[in-house]
């Protein structure tokens, strides 16, 4: 029997995700991602040195003992991982958590429920910063939104838009901060010595309402370090993901559209959340 559009698609793509390029890429592309929010002081650990001698390749030192420490990405990771019979650093869970991939599709809810009021608060709680929700929280916020609930950086971050009240004087300044927190994607359309200029859609409110949408692309400047490979190579054309206003990674076209793609999902899940409930983590 010949196989339908949809399930060559499926082939294709789970052949893409098997071509790992390294042994430590999945530690390389969470190190990438993590890299500008540490280094702002918001997330994991004091060791943005550590991390940028590792992303120079001038460190062999291992980064799991700093990897381990970030209160919500490792958390994430390692619930990926153990939900899918594969280990927290691998390439396809790494990606799965910062850009999306099919693996999203292979987390039980079931897991996901049981992580966000459980590990994900316990982890958070250790740190001294707020997460997670109560059980019966997870349980109203899992009911509203179903299978739209995936364990993705980027659905980790815009849910937090639903908690804000609908006249919440300092909201401008919350739009702007996830908008940098989600991993974004942007076009190059020129390169400079430390920084780049990409087309890039911005996180906005629809009009008269607080439904979240991507605004038309726009040209922004964001920083990049061309001793992270492979922004040694870097030119116009190419795309890139964006996190805090610095490029992490140059994006593969199978990457792009993953990213697309569990972005817009994302938005859908916040804007069901943002129409019913107030509930966030």
Request: with cysteine; proline share 5%.
């Amino acid at each position: 029997m010949a196989r339908s559009t949809q399930e060559c698609r499926t082939v294709e793509h789970v052949k893409q995700e098997e071509r790992v390029p390294a042994k430590d890429a999945g530690e390389l592309l969470h190190a990438k991602h993590a890299f500008p929010p540490n280094n702002l002081g918001y997330c994991g650990p004091d060791a943005r040195g550590k991390i940028l001698d590792y992303l120079h390749g001038s460190s062999a030192e291992s980064l799991l003992p700093f990897l381990t420490r970030f209160e919500a990405a490792y958390p994430f990771v390692k619930m990926i991982a153990k939900s899918t019979g594969m280990k927290p650093f691998d390439h396809r869970v790494t990606e799965a958590y910062w850009l999306g991939n099919s693996l999203l599709n292979q987390v039980p809810p079931s897991n996901f429920f049981e992580f966000t009021h459980k590990d994900l608060a316990l982890s958070r709680g250790m740190a001294g910063k707020k997460g997670g929700m109560g059980k019966e929280e997870a349980k109203l916020l899992f009911r509203k939104l179903g299978s739209l609930a995936k364990p993705h950086h980027t659905f980790y971050v815009l849910n937090m838009y639903a908690k804000a009240g609908e006249k919440s004087e300092s909201k401008e300044k919350l739009l702007q901060l996830l908008d940098s927190c989600r991993i974004s994607w942007g076009k190059v359309l020129e390169v400079k010595r430390d920084t780049l200029i990409v087309e890039r859609s911005s996180l906005v409110e629809m009009e008269d309402d607080r439904l979240l949408t991507l605004a038309p692309p726009k040209e922004k400047e964001v920083g990049y370090d061309p001793e992270i490979r492979p922004f040694n190579t870097i030119r116009r054309g190419d795309w890139v993901s964006l996190h805090w206003n610095f490029a992490s990674e140059k994006l593969t076209s199978f990457q792009l559209r993953n990213l697309k793609y569990f972005t817009a999902l994302d938005l859908k899940a916040t804007n069901r959340s943002v129409a019913t409930t107030s509930i966030s983590f």
